[in-house]
């Protein structure tokens, strides 16, 4: 069976505040209620690879985690459209690249997907997230509790 929420983190714990989106997953994969076991799966990885177009198939709801050097403090919430662009061809994909590579084998539009980007400062290999992102994170987190918990409509 698949859960019908989604939340796909990816960064680098090894990489200061780029810790941001897999952190913030721990913390709600630890947190996570009862009642939502069975509703939520948590994907982590270094970045989005084409491969998660498929983590989407059968979902009601996705949400999309990262670190971001442009976001506003302390995070900022995306509503996320396909859009074919560079990063198709990159290492980096964008959320909206993934949207438009499932609407592209699936022939269907993607769930509704959000993006939920953490202000971060300091990507510094070996380096451990900075305070004021871990500031970012808590508020982060109260979003995404309301987020899990929204019904969708």
């Known amino acids: 069976m698949i ?7 990816w960064g680098n714990l090894s990489r200061g505040d780029d810790a941001l989106g897999p952190l913030c997953l721990a913390a709600l994969r630890a947190q996570l209620p009862d009642a939502l076991q069975d509703q939520v799966e948590f994907l982590e990885d270094y970045q989005l690879q084409i491969e998660h177009a498929l983590d989407l198939i059968g979902r009601q709801r ?18 996320l459209k396909p859009a ?40 510094e290999l070996g380096e451990p997230p900075g305070p004021p992102a871990l500031a970012h994170l808590q508020s982060a987190l109260q979003w995404v509790r ?3 918990h929204a019904d969708g409509s």
């Open 3 to 9: 859960a019908p929420l989604l939340v796909l983190a």
């Open 84 to 123: 074919q662009d560079a990063s198709f061809t990159t290492h980096a994909l964008s959320p909206q690249a993934l949207l438009q590579v499932f609407q592209d084998v699936q022939g269907e539009p993607p769930p509704p997907c959000t993006l939920l980007a953490i202000r971060g400062e300091q990507f």
């Open 62 to 79: 996705v949400l999309f985690i990262d670190a971001s050097l442009t976001c506003p403090a302390p995070f900022q919430v995306t509503e």
């Open 146 to 148: 309301q987020w899990l």
